[in-house]
């Protein structure tokens, strides 16, 4: 009787072992996964479009990026509209959506890679002729690219109007160039 009792008691202590030897294998995976993710993230490609205004001059550009740690493959951009640059809608070759970055796959974009595209003069895309139709105060640019047997697709939302009544950086060195240059053409 005595050994049926300490049997069952072993058994009891066995599942108890078993169960918690589970739920430690079970946390363990959890763990695995999560630092598995973890470095992804930190390693993956990030493909980021962003308008930004040269210095020293009156154009805004976008910028498309790769900010992250490993290259973008295969990777696709598009724009939801047409963007004609500085305005000018009669010329086809200046329509962002139909040219080769964004109308052909980039085999691969590697990290730091960038791309600007110039838009316009501030006042072509606000002024009082600005067309909204020809350049779009607003627009979608959306990057989709493999990485690691991975499909990944990125809508980066463009919005131009915060940029209304800015200006771009000026270089004092830069701006006394350019009165060096005024005075050497009037001597000449």
């Not at 009787?1 to 078993?18: D, G, S």
């Not at 498309?64 to 070759?93: I, S």
Request: charged share 25%.
């Amino acid at each position: 009787m005595v050994i049926e009792y300490l049997t069952a008691i072993l058994a009891f202590i066995t599942a108890i072992y078993a169960y918690l030897t589970h739920r430690m294998a079970k946390a363990s995976e959890a763990s695995v996964e999560a630092m598995r993710d973890q470095s992804e993230t930190m390693l993956r490609p990030y493909v980021t479009a962003a308008p930004f205004i040269r210095p020293n001059t009156p154009f805004l550009y976008i910028r498309v990026k790769n900010t992250g740690k490993m290259g973008a493959q295969n990777l696709r951009l598009t724009l939801d509209r047409d963007f004609f640059q500085f305005g000018e809608k009669e010329r086809a070759e200046k329509n962002l959506r139909t040219m080769s970055a964004f109308s052909t796959p980039i085999d691969s974009f590697p990290p730091g890679a960038e791309l600007s595209f110039a838009l316009g003069q501030g006042w072509v895309i606000f002024g009082e002729n600005a067309q909204p139709d020809v350049c779009p105060t607003q627009f979608n640019i959306t990057a989709t690219y493999e990485f690691l047997g991975k499909v990944v697709e990125e809508v980066n939302r463009i919005d131009l109007r915060p940029y209304i009544g800015t200006e771009g950086e000026h270089d004092p060195v830069v701006e006394e160039l350019e009165r060096i240059r005024k005075v050497m053409e009037q001597k000449t």
